[in-house]
C-alpha cells in the first residue's frame, strides 16, 4: 500500500474526446509525476509537477497537460484523444528532501481510445 | 543518451530456483537506481533502491541487488523463489536534482514452473 490513490480505474473514450484522470498523493508529498505505460512497454514520464508548478515534462505534446493542487491531489488532462493514447496511466508522489528521494506509484487508471 | 537496458524480455525459473534479472543503464548524472515490481493490472510496488553507500542493497520479498558501477549494471536477485515472484520486473535510474524522471526499462516478464 503506497497510499497513492488514482480514479478512476478503467475509462472508455472515443477518439476526439478529452479526459481527465485524476490522483491522490501521500500526505505531504510536495511532488507528483505522470507517466504512460503502453501494452508491453515501461512507464514513460509525461510531466512533473512540484508545489504546484510544472518542472519537467517529457516528449509529450501540449494536449497532455496538467494541475498539481495544494491538497496534494492532482489531474492529468488529455484533450484530442487519439487511438495510440490508449495506456495504462500512473501517478507517483514524492517527497523531495534530504537524501532520499523516492517515488510511490498508485495502481493507475487504465485508458481504453476507440 | 539516458536509457535502461533489460536483455531479458521473458525468463522462466523452476520455483525455489535462484533468479537473476539484468538491468544496464546509461546515465550522464550520478544515478539513482530502483527495481520495481509490476503485478497484471496493478500499479508498480518498489522493491528496493540505490542511492549511495555499500552497492549491494536489500529490498522487500528476499530481493537484493547489487550496483556494479563500472559495468553500468544493477541487477537484480532472489536466492529461492516462489510462485508468487512471478510478475513484470522494472528497472529505473533517475537523478536527485529536481525536474528529473525515472527512465524505466521495458521490463522482464518473470515466470515461476512448479
Known sequence: ?114 | AQSVTQPDIHITVSEGASLELRCNYSYGATPYLFWYVQSPGQGLQLLLKYFSGDTLVQGIKGFEAEFKRSQSSFNLRKPSVHWSDAAEYFCAVGARQAGTALIFGKGTTLSVSS
Open chain 1, 1 to 114: 500500500e503506497t497510499g497513492v490513490t488514482q480514479s478512476p480505474t478503467h475509462l472508455i473514450k472515443t477518439r476526439g474526446q478529452q479526459v481527465t484522470l485524476r490522483c491522490s498523493s501521500q500526505s505531504g508529498h510536495n511532488t507528483v509525476s505522470w507517466y504512460q505505460q503502453a501494452l508491453g512497454q515501461g512507464p514513460q514520464f509525461i510531466f512533473q509537477y512540484y508545489r504546484e508548478e510544472e518542472n519537467g515534462r517529457g516528449n509529450f505534446p501540449p494536449r497532455f497537460s496538467g494541475l498539481q493542487f495544494p491538497n496534494y491531489s492532482s489531474e492529468l488532462n488529455v484533450n484530442a484523444l487519439e487511438l495510440d493514447d490508449s495506456a495504462l496511466y500512473l501517478c507517483a508522489s514524492r517527497l523531495t528532501s534530504g537524501s532520499s528521494d523516492t517515488q510511490y506509484f498508485g495502481p493507475g487508471t487504465r485508458l481504453t481510445v476507440l
